[in-house]
C-alpha cells in the first residue's frame, strides 16, 4: 500500500501507486484545509514552465539531454491529464507555494525515470531538485504559473464577455421602439426607450471588458529566472530569456522577461489589477441582474415590463411559480468574485522584504474568480438574455400613468405648476395628461405636440418650435 521515502526531514510514507513523493505527502498530512485539490489551470502553468524550463537548460548544456528529454516527454503527459488525480496539495497551504511547487516536481521526475527505466520513488536518474528544477525557485515558478494560468482563463473570459456585449446590444435594437417610463430612486421619472437600458448595460459590460484588457500587459511581464530573490542566482543568464522565449512558444501567449526580476518577485499588483478588473465587472453584473429581477417581477403583482425566460420550476410549494434562476445566479457569483478581491488585495499587501509568501491564496481567489465568471457569463447570455421577451403595452400603460411626464411640462407652465400636476396626479391616480387638460394649463394640440412620445427619450426640450 504504500513505499518508504526519504527527504530532508526524514522519512515519509507515501502510497505506493503515488506519482508524487515525500514532501508532497508531507503537504497532504499538512494542510488538510478545504479538501480542494489545485485549480488546473494553475498546475498547467507549473508543468509548462517545467518543460520550458528543460528545454532551456538543455540549450545552454546544464542538463543532460537524456534527462531533459524525459522531464519534456513527462510533461507533455501531465499537460495531456495523465496525472491530474496526482497534484494533490491543498490550496491552502504552505507560503509561497512550495508544495505546489514541489508536487509538479515530484510528479514529473517519477515519471521521467519510468520513461528512462526506473521506478518511482527511486530518483535517480532524475532528481526533483537537481534536475526537475534546475535554475528555478518556487519564488519565480509559482508567480510565473500564476501568470500563465490568469492570462489562458482570462482568454476565455473575454469572449465570453465580447458575446454578453452582443446580446445586449442585440436586445437594445429589438426594444429600441418600446416607450416605458424611466425610474430613478425607484420612483417614477422621464420616459426612456427599453432598448436605450439594454444598450447602456452593453456599454457598461464593454469598458469591464476593456478594464481586464488593461490589466493583461503587466500579467505577462514574467519573473522566471529570477530563482529565490530576483538576482538570478543559480540560473545562467543565456537561460532566462531561452525560458522566457520557449514559454511564448509553448503557451502562444504575449509573455516577456520583467525589466526587473527582483520586482517581479515582490510586486503582486498586476495580480491586483486584474482582480479590481474583475470586481468592477462583478459590480455591473450585480446590477444589471437586480435590474433584470425587477423589471421581470410579477408575473401579475410586479413590473412585468420583461419576460424572462422559464429555465425550472421556482418552488418546493407554489405551483406554477418561476422565478429568475440566471439572474439569481449571477449576483452569487458576482459576490464571490467581489470577496475574492478582498482577500486578494489583503494578500498582496502582506508581502515582505524579497517575496510575498501569500501567492497560493492570490492564485486560489484569482483563478477560482476567473472560472466562476467565464462559466457564468455565457449562461447569462445564452439562457436568460438572449431569450428576454418585453411587454410593449404595459410598459406604454406604465408611461402613461407615470408621475414622471410632468418634467416633461415643466418648461412650458412652470416648476411649481408641474409639481401641483403631479401632486393631483399621485394622490387621484388620474394622468398627468387629463389633469392638465382639465385645468387648461395647455391646449390639447399643444400637449400632444409636447407629449408626443419618441422626442421625449433624446436631447432638447420636447415640443420645442426650433
Known sequence: MFRTEKDTLGEVHVPADAYYGAQTARAVANFPISGLRPHPALVWGAVVVKKCAARANMAT??????LGEAIVRAADEALAGSFDPHFVVDPFQAGAGVSHNMNVNEVLANRANELLGGERGVYAPVHPNDHVNMAQSTNDVFPTAMRLAALRLSGDLRPALAGLVAELRKKGGEFDGILKSGRT???DAVPIRLGQEFEAWAVAVEKNRAGIDGALPGLAELGI???????????????????VAELARETRLPVVRGAN??????????????????????????????????????????????????????????????????????????????GA???????????????NVMMPVIAFNLLFALEILKNTVPKLTDTCIAG????????????????????????????????EVAKESTATGRSIREIVEERQ??????????????PLTGPGVPGKIT
Open 441 to 454: 394649463l395647455l391646449s390639447a394640440q399643444r400637449l400632444a405636440e409636447i407629449l408626443d412620445p419618441f
Open 185 to 187: 430612486h425607484l420612483q
Open 261 to 338: 526580476l527582483v520586482e517581479r518577485m515582490q510586486n503582486m499588483d498586476p495580480f491586483v489589477a486584474l482582480s479590481s478588473a474583475l470586481k468592477g465587472l462583478a459590480v455591473n453584473l450585480v446590477r444589471i441582474a437586480n435590474d433584470l429581477r425587477l423589471l421581470s417581477s410579477g408575473p401579475r403583482t410586479g413590473l412585468a415590463e420583461i419576460a424572462l425566460p422559464a429555465l425550472q420550476p421556482g418552488s418546493s410549494i407554489m405551483p406554477g411559480k418561476v422565478n429568475p434562476v440566471m439572474a439569481e445566479v449571477t449576483d452569487m457569483v458576482a459576490f464571490q468574485v467581489i
Open 388 to 419: 428576454i421577451i418585453a411587454d410593449r403595452e404595459r410598459c406604454r400603460r406604465y408611461l402613461d400613468q407615470s408621475v414622471g411626464l410632468a418634467t416633461v411640462l415643466a418648461p412650458y407652465i412652470g416648476y411649481a405648476a408641474a409639481a
Open 341 to 355: 478581491d478582498t482577500a486578494i488585495t489583503l494578500a498582496a499587501q502582506a508581502g515582505q522584504l524579497e517575496l
Open 225 to 243: 529566472g529570477g530563482t529565490a530573490a530576483g538576482t538570478g542566482m543559480n540560473a545562467e543568464a543565456a537561460y532566462i530569456d531561452l525560458v
Open 61 to 66: 548544456g546544464r542538463l543532460d539531454a537524456r
